[in-house]
């Protein structure tokens, strides 16, 4: 873990921070001086704290695109409460004698905010300022969905391979950033309180602090251009990884292109980047049969017959998404369907159609995506499909899927069929004996625009062509998820395995 | 009868105060006075044992207080405080039967105590009000049947009207004198406003810096003052020639009016505005003294009336500009009235005059304006 | 929207009412450890420069990895979101009955010990009633975030309206996070609109008209 990414979350948090108090502190004066419309905004800001994180985050990236600004924007959101709310308590708070005093000498409206109310309401609203701040550090978190960087892309992935260290020093790092945060605005805080409420003294440090957050943005943001290189988001899953810093080192290696890796997201984000009016990046690792339905919203049946799923995906994306499906990697990362290595033995599985028998006694549980109730590949067509009766079903986050089905929360699951932690949950795959699910080809999804300015990518992605079989991928990502080796160095040594690359 | 006992108490190193002995007799009113840190409250405070004492011993009727069990101390004696302290979440009632209820009194006794109490100052329509509702002066009333309520023997008062306007406060310190002739209480009452002390205790304990400098019956301190000290405290009591006679050399300036064709609400509101249970009535053309206006009849009346005219009160007695103080002050000590409505030539209101206005303004011409 | 309804309604229902109930159970056990352990603090006012400080630093701890470390330890139930939530919704109970104690007007506390009142009986007849105010306002603030972390529940197999917003999330489906959001919104407002009664109640009397006293 990088100081990068520790200065990436505080970057977020402090520009977060900086505009919730520019726009919280208006809108709880305005929350005082007018209880009408104050009714209003203190439900709405009540509103928008109880829209979860992943959700506000994920509809802020359609309008703002994946990057700091949709989590900046988030962040800002959701720390108005505290802020709104404590400045139009904080106001209430002062004494009406000396609201009544600063009428009675004459005071405008705006001098008895300024010069009175304000500096005695300022300890309650600084109090939500400092709540603000420390639960953005929490929030900020969630950056690694939408491409935002920080220290929640590793969080995620310390859970999902259950690297407790890797976890604890990701939380460390968060409580020692809200630890100083903390304590610097305490000491802000007291030292405002010396004053005694000198206004001038608390305008100066806020203008100090805020052109220090502004002088930070551009440095912040920056890499967010750049047209000669090649951009590629950072994936959330082992297999991503790898194959994105394929695409570097080969192309770097055999062209003078520049690739750059940019922050993590989800492949949904990822995939909403590349289509959008305002395309952040140029391509990315997919697989038809994830484009067919969780990006075009079709069904395996919607693929007219005579052609292939790849090919069918191909030609829609280059009418529909200005873009094209690039090779087949030789890897089918398809749904696969496992059980536990105990129960396999116990009740001799071998095959899909074996759970039969057993599957009254079984719990499946799988991530949500797979009992979504849209398209054919999902949990009620398959146990239709085979005749199955599960005794219960769970879903959960895939980042706890292997942790879940270790400590026996369900027995059976559904994976890809690549994934590296397949083998070190000792799970054991069932053969898909009545081929229900299709195969799901990996491919590179490239922008066409993208071919346009870089000629040489196509030749350069195309000597992946059928380069990676599905033991080869769940190799590496078992050398990343369960050995602890860097997705470069797997990625880098596989390529020259292949002698794609020269050392 | 509480006796100190050799009793010293540090705030750290510091000794705030210092080996006092003194006896209070039952049913005397003692007034512990001195300049402002001078252990005056800390003293008081130990007898209820909300401040502990280091060295030596506190006696009530013989019994050394770390003897008895706090709490139950607590509650057999009344405690007053300048800020009040009346729980806001609570009503008057609530407050007055506070310690009773503590007691576990049957609920018909407190009711009667809570009733007993208010038809002491005539306050019974207050009963169910919630002190917010109340004039300053109203409250600390309350303040004190809080502290009679359970009939405790003895009652200790830190600064109790201090906080009050002139006019209230001399109405409060004629019925607390009156009230305390009454039930012969054991009064333990802090101050720092010697003509207070004059006016009200039996006995005063005169402080300097943690220490007792003078124990006297308010004649004796005025005859015999220990130090210059008590001697500048006295300030106008003792005689001196040189202190100006005339009345409105101790007149407020600063009082309360309103003209008598106002309406009722606007006269209420300016008297919690200014938490005064009184209001000085002047004519609406030529500003003439009317009479006065208060609470009391407000509430009674109030709600009939448009204006506050038909409740207008003549006062008794008026001065004039240009009389002699003496007069008015003979008048206040006799009367027993709280305060004298001083009136210019053309009738019209200059001031007034209380007691403890002399007391301000005889501070006034020793010290400057230091007070 | 009868499609939609259809396919989603009787889902719906029931992970609206497991959230429910995760959020009502969570605040309520939270409510309680908090305000037990903001008394004794304001008991010990000494401690709290201890105690106030190292909760502020696990407050920071996200959501998201607490539920996820929790899981890993006790596992796919109930009392993994239910000790979580309750953790959460403990902080801003415990803060605000601190502060809202220590804030009294020290006339009051005075007063109370000098008729003669003991340490539980102050805390009873004087201090909690003056501080409910502010109590009360933890409490909404612990609402509001536990509807919306509870959220976290379907992160770990446990239901309720994060189901909706996972999937959504997964799937690209907008629609479905909306399903997840809107009622959560929903269930939010109606849990704030109760308590904002129930602050009502509770503020004394006396307290209300803004008096000086």
Request: proline letters at 3%.
């Amino acid at each position: 873990m990088s100081a990068q990414i520790i200065l990436e979350h505080l970057f977020m948090v402090l520009v977060a921070g900086f505009f919730s108090i520019l726009i919280g502190i208006p809108l709880g004066i305005i929350s005082y001086q007018r209880p009408g419309p104050g009714k209003v905004i203190l439900k709405a800001v009540d509103v928008l704290q109880t829209i979860p994180a992943l959700a506000l985050l994920g509809i802020i990236m359609v309008f703002a695109g994946a990057g700091k600004t949709t989590v900046i924007i988030g962040i800002t959101l959701y720390s108005l409460l505290p802020i709104v709310q404590n400045t139009c308590i904080g106001l209430q708070q002062v004494d009406d004698g000396v609201k009544d005093a600063a009428r009675g000498m004459g005071m405008s409206r705006s001098g008895r905010l300024f010069r009175v109310e304000l500096p005695l309401a300022f300890p309650t609203m600084f109090t939500g300022i400092r709540i603000a701040i420390v639960n953005a550090i929490g929030t900020a978190v969630f950056a690694a969905y939408v491409g935002g960087g920080g220290i929640g892309g590793i969080l995620n992935q310390a859970i999902r391979n259950k690297d407790m260290g890797t976890l604890m020093k990701g939380t460390a790092s968060l409580m020692i950033i809200a630890v100083i945060l903390d304590l610097s605005m305490g000491l802000y805080e007291k030292h405002v309180k010396k004053s005694h409420g000198n206004t001038r003294q608390m305008v100066t440090a806020a203008v100090v602090l805020g052109i220090a957050v502004l002088i930070m943005i551009p440095i912040g943001m920056k890499g967010n251009s750049g047209t000669n290189e090649i951009v590629l988001y950072d994936g959330n899953y082992s297999e991503t990884q790898i194959m994105h810093r394929m695409v570097k080192y080969l192309v770097e290696d055999q062209t003078d292109y520049t690739v750059t890796i940019k922050d993590q997201m989800t492949q949904v984000n990822n995939f909403k980047c590349m289509v959008g009016n305002d395309p952040s990046c140029d391509m990315m690792i997919s697989y038809d049969g994830t484009i067919l339905t969780t990006f075009m919203h079709q069904d395996t049946s919607d693929v007219p017959s005579g052609t292939t799923m790849w090919k069918y995906v191909d030609d829609y994306s280059r009418k529909h998404y200005d873009s094209q499906l690039i090779g087949k990697l030789g890897f089918d990362n398809t749904y696969a369907i496992a059980v536990t290595k105990e129960v396999a033995d116990k009740y001799n599985l071998k095959k899909v159609s074996d759970l039969q028998r057993v599957a009254p006694q079984l719990t499946f549980g799988a991530e949500s995506e797979f009992f979504s109730r849209e398209g054919s590949m999902k949990y009620e067509p398959f146990v239709k499909f085979y005749g199955l009766n599960f005794k219960n079903t769970v879903s959960v986050d895939t980042s706890l899927k292997y942790n879940a089905i270790e400590n026996g929360s369900f027995q059976v699951t559904e994976v890809y069929a690549t994934d590296g932690l397949n083998k070190k949950a000792g799970l054991v795959t069932l053969e898909d004996d009545r081929h229900f699910f299709p195969d799901y080809y990996g491919t590179f999804f490239v922008r066409n625009d993208t071919l346009k300015r870089f000629p040489e990518l196509k030749k350069v992605l195309r000597e992946l062509n059928g380069q990676i079989s599905n033991e080869d991928m769940v190799n590496m990502t078992y050398q990343v998820d369960v050995e602890g080796k860097s997705v470069d160095t797997v990625a880098r040594n596989f390529l020259i395995k292949k002698g794609l690359i020269s050392k | 009868m509480i006796e100190f006992d050799h009793v010293s108490k540090y705030y750290g190193k510091k000794q705030v105060l210092k080996d006092l002995n003194f006896t209070i007799p039952d049913g005397k009113f003692v007034t512990l006075i001195g300049p402002s840190g001078c252990g005056k409250t800390t003293t008081l405070r130990t007898i209820n044992r909300l401040n502990d004492i280091d060295e030596g011993s506190v006696r009530i009727d013989g019994v050394n207080i770390m003897d008895r069990d706090k709490v139950e101390l607590r509650r057999s004696i009344g405690y007053v405080i300048q800020q009040i302290g009346l729980f806001p979440n609570m009503t008057v009632a609530e407050n007055i039967s506070v310690v009773p209820r503590l007691l576990k009194y049957d609920k018909a006794r407190c009711e009667k105590i809570v009733d007993d109490m208010l038809a002491m100052v005539h306050m019974e329509e207050y009963r169910d009000k919630y002190p917010s509702e109340m004039s300053g002066g109203q409250q600390q009333r309350i303040g004190v049947l809080r502290a009679l309520a359970a009939s405790p023997e003895i009652i200790l008062m830190d600064e109790p009207f201090s906080a009050l306007d002139p006019m209230t406060r001399a109405s409060l310190q004629e019925e607390f004198k009156s009230l305390q002739q009454k039930l012969n209480k054991t009064i333990v009452f802090v101050t720092h406003d010697m003509d207070e002390a004059l006016k009200l205790a039996d006995i005063i304990i005169f402080m300097v810096d943690g220490k007792v400098i003078q124990i006297a019956s308010p004649e004796e301190m005025l005859d015999h003052p220990a130090t210059d000290l008590v001697r500048s405290f006295l300030g106008k009591h003792v005689h001196d020639q040189a202190a100006p006679t005339k009345v409105e050399d101790y007149m407020l300036r600063n009082v309360r009016k309103i003209t008598k064709n106002r309406g009722v609400h606007e006269c209420a509101e300016m008297m919690a505005r200014y938490s005064v249970d009184t209001l000085l009535v002047e004519e609406s053309r030529n500003g003439k003294y009317m009479g006065i206006v208060s609470i009391g009849d407000l509430r009674k009346y109030g709600r009939t009336l448009k204006t506050i005219e038909p409740i207008v009160r003549d006062t008794q007695r008026t001065a004039r500009v240009g009389d002699e103080a003496k007069e008015s002050f003979d008048y206040l000590i006799d009367s027993g009235a709280g305060y004298v409505v001083v009136l210019d030539d053309r009738d019209r209101i200059a001031g007034i005059v209380t007691k403890t206005s002399v007391a301000r303004s005889v501070a006034e011409n020793l010290w400057g304006d230091e007070q | 929207m009868r499609e939609l309804i259809n396919t989603y309604g009787l889902a719906l229902l029931k992970a609206l009412g497991i959230h429910t109930v995760y959020v009502l159970v969570s605040v309520a056990i939270g409510f309680a450890i908090g305000l037990i352990v903001g008394i004794l603090l304001s008991r010990k006012p000494s401690w709290s420069t201890v105690v106030l400080p190292i909760v502020s630093i696990f407050q920071t701890i996200p959501g998201l990895v607490f539920i996820g470390v929790l899981f890993i330890w006790i596992g796919m139930k109930p009392a993994t979101v239910i000790i979580a939530l309750s953790v959460y919704a403990m902080f801003p109970v415990m803060k605000n009955t601190y502060t809202g104690i220590l804030e009294i007007d020290p006339k009051y506390i005075d007063t109370a010990n000098g008729c003669g009142m003991t340490s539980t009986q102050r805390l009873f007849q004087v201090e909690l009633p003056l501080a409910m105010p502010t109590i009360i306002a933890g409490l909404r603030m612990a609402t509001v975030y536990t509807v919306s972390w509870a959220v976290l529940a379907a992160m770990i197999g446990l239901g309720g309206l994060g189901d909706f917003i996972y999937q959504g999330t997964y799937t690209n489906n907008n629609l479905l996070i909306l399903i997840g959001a809107i009622p959560a919104a929903i269930l939010a407002v109606v849990l704030t609109s109760i308590i904002d009664l129930l602050q009502k109640k509770v503020t004394p009397k006396g307290l209300k008209k803004g008096g000086r006293s």
